[in-house]
């Protein structure tokens, strides 16, 4: 096992490796970052949890998406997303548009493939001073693979169950000494465990790096991104569970045929790096990207009856185009005053993000209404749908203006104690038209969003820290897509997380982290009972929990990736007549537990275990629909044909086990898949 940072240098692959945006990785741990700070700093010295899932741990857990390759960070749940999207919840909290590439916001409800992720980074508690609205209970943020020089030729191919078949490619080099190129690549096309759920996807991302100078870089990548598939929304609920579910993990509610999900996404990305000769760091990154999505659904609307001879189908669609132009301009300047080192950062951001929401409800033709009864022994329909825009349903045009600074200063007082401050400034200006009265409501918010930390080293490899920060939700919510007359006077939701913990590097390859959190989300939307439409703002939810962390090599042939996380996740006062104080809040199990092992036997095969367990919770805040807890194995067996190839087996639900993996509300529950094997060949030329 390398024991010093000279051997890690020369440690081969799973070795040290210097990334993007400010990466030092190892294995399956991350010694550094820059997306926490903004700045690239060691993460024992960030006051922060951070959890980053390293593209070796992505690569031997075989996982393809953003929601799986999470099951391992403590104190994530994976929601259901309706079938369509990436839905976390992170400390109690569920958001759909926390996140993020290279520090940019990616906030359009889709599912995001990893072919061109070099690191997964899961930044928690509220991040409004680094990433601006939102993030309330933290954010997920993909660091891209980028040109770096290397001579890289990848072909990875994969098939399993259910006729999966995907292949990745990366290829990289250099054009001469000051320009760079890679492109990375991926087909996939996929059946699932569920009845008629297909997937088709597809992405190609080149990208260029110029060194301009000795101090200036120039960084190029875009990106054609398409998703398409079948929406599933699960199974229905009766007597307080799902549905027969231990007999029913492939059956489909609804009509898959009616059922599509598709996005195409382009994106284009410029970075340019400049160091002055003052020593002042300028990072400008600009960021285009445009996003056309829609997806329809044909559900259970309703639970089965006691009886046990009927469920509601219900139907409608979504259409949500978006453009986004965003530009981050960041000022990193380091001195010192005395005995005090500063790392000071000043940052300006600039962002438009415009777009249509229009939404339409699903009409049965025979029987002129939303709701067609089937009986859940055959509930599978072809009725045929009339689909019209209704008042409830959105329709609106929309725009946001977003101009953000920030500063923030690091200062080191001595090699025992480092202390962080910082303040950013929003001035959040939406507007949305509504389509059919020609209306247009406006709000503006400017919000102030601190942020402070202390850290104390008691010893070089051990640091104990401190950390207090502040978020808002404007009231236009996660999505922003259309804005009503209760929602233009509603106030935006606070995020207050005060946080203690400990990091602890039990050798230059394994870090150990604990952390005891508090979080309090306050002005949450009550529908007002008295003004139709209206809200009042006098919700709260209030989590504290407890997270321990384990990433690195524990021997030199043994390394490990996971943690425990306690999450006491509560409704603070009453919300509606059902979700009342003391409530659990949906989705969020009060204990959790993942650990992945690999084991190298010898220089040719390794061995990976992983386990999964999580107690019970409930469906939603109203706590009526149970849950199970449950508990998973997953496998992986890796040999290496020669310097270059590896072959990989990788079976998830090892032991065939029934559970529920999550929700979308009470009648939208997604059973966990079966015993499922896939295998891959890795191979380098």
């Known amino acids: 096992m390398p024991t010093t940072m000279e051997e890690l240098s020369v440690a081969g692959e799973g070795g040290l490796l210097t990334e993007p945006q400010g990466g030092v990785t190892v294995g399956y741990l991350t010694k550094a970052t820059r997306s926490a700070t903004k700045t690239a700093t060691p993460l024992i010295d960030t006051p922060q949890s951070v959890t980053v899932v390293t593209q070796q741990q992505i690569r031997d857990q075989g996982f393809q998406s953003v929601g799986e390759a999470t099951r391992y960070v403590p104190g994530v749940i994976q929601a259901q997303g309706e079938g369509n999207r990436d839905e976390l919840i992170i400390r109690g909290q569920r958001s759909n548009a926390d996140f993020f590439v290279n520090g940019v916001r990616d906030d359009v409800q889709y599912y995001r493939d990893l072919y061109n992720t070099q690191r997964l980074e899961v930044l928690k508690g509220p991040n409004a001073m680094i990433f601006g609205r939102g993030g309330g209970g933290g954010v997920i943020n993909r660091v891209l693979k980028e040109a770096d020089g290397l001579s890289r030729r990848e072909v990875v191919l994969q098939g399993g169950q259910f006729w999966n078949k995907r292949v990745a490619v990366d290829v990289g080099d250099r054009v001469n000494d000051n320009v760079f190129f890679r492109m990375n690549g991926v087909f996939e096309d996929t059946a699932t465990y569920r009845d008629f759920v297909d997937i088709r996807r597809y992405g190609v991302n080149p990208t260029m790096t110029f060194l301009l100078g000795p101090q200036t870089t120039l960084k190029l990548s875009y990106e054609y991104f398409h998703d398409d598939r079948t929406t599933d929304r699960g199974l229905p609920s009766q007597f307080g569970r799902a549905y027969r579910y231990r007999d029913n993990t492939a059956t489909y509610f609804g009509n898959p045929?009616?059922?599509?999900?598709?996005?195409d996404a382009h994106i284009a990305t410029a970075q340019l790096d400049h160091v002055f000769e003052n020593g002042v760091v300028v990072r400008n990154q600009s960021r285009f990207a445009d996003y056309n999505k829609f997806y329809q659904n044909v559900?259970?609307?309703?639970?089965?009856n006691n009886a046990g001879t009927a469920v509601t189908i219900q139907a409608y669609n979504s259409q949500t185009d978006r453009t986004n132009y965003f530009n981050q301009t960041d000022f990193t300047y380091q001195f010192a005053t005395g005995p005090l080192k500063h790392t000071l950062l000043g940052g300006l951001?600039?962002?438009y993000q415009e777009g249509l929401s229009r939404r339409l409800d699903g009409f049965f033709s025979s029987t002129g209404t939303q709701n067609l009864v089937v009986n859940p022994l055959s509930p599978l329909t072809r009725e045929g749908i009339n689909f019209r825009n209704i008042p409830s349903g959105a329709n609106s045009t929309y725009d946001l203006g977003l101009v953000a600074t920030y500063v923030q200063d690091q200062i080191e007082v001595n090699e025992h104690l480092q202390l962080i401050g910082g303040l950013r400034y929003d001035h959040f200006d939406f507007s949305a038209r509504d389509r059919r009265t020609t209306v247009t409501q406006n709000r503006v918010d400017d919000l102030i969003s601190p942020r402070a930390g202390v850290v104390v080293k008691p010893l070089q490899n051990l640091a104990l820290y401190g950390s207090y920060s502040v978020s808002y939700l404007p009231s236009s919510?996660?999505?922003?897509?259309?804005?009503?007359?209760?929602?233009?006077?509603?106030?935006?939701?606070?995020?207050?997380?005060?946080?203690?913990?400990?990091?602890?590097?039990v050798s230059p390859v394994l870090q150990l982290t604990g952390a005891l959190f508090n979080l309090d989300r306050t002005n949450q939307r009550i529908a007002d009972p008295n003004r139709a439409g209206f809200f009042l703002t006098s919700g709260q939810t209030s989590t504290q929990g407890a997270e321990i962390g384990a990433n690195g090599y524990v021997t030199d042939w043994w390394s490990i990736a996971g943690g425990y996380a306690f999450t006491d996740a509560r409704i603070s006062n009453n919300l509606s007549t059902t979700i009342v104080a003391g409530n659990f809040v949906g989705l969020v199990p009060l204990n959790s537990f993942t650990l992945w092992n690999k084991f190298d036997l010898s220089r040719e095969f390794s061995v990976g275990v992983g386990y999964i367990n999580q107690s019970h919770s409930f469906a939603t805040s109203d706590n009526t629909i149970r849950l199970p807890s449950y508990s998973r194995f997953d496998l992986g067996l890796f040999y290496n044909l020669n310097e270059t190839t590896r072959a990989q087996v990788n079976i998830e639900n090892l032991f065939d086990r029934k559970y529920i993996v999550s929700a979308h509300n009470n009648n939208n529950i997604l059973p966990g898949a079966p015993r499922l094997v896939r295998f891959q060949i890795v191979t380098r030329f």
């Open 257 to 263: 045929f009616l059922s599509p999900a598709h996005v």
């Open 299 to 304: 559900f259970p609307g309703s639970a089965v």
């Open 349 to 351: 951001e600039l962002g």
């Open 477 to 505: 919510g996660d999505q922003f897509s259309a804005l009503t007359p209760g929602l233009v006077i509603s106030e935006p939701e606070k995020f207050v997380n005060a946080e203690v913990g400990v990091k602890y590097d």
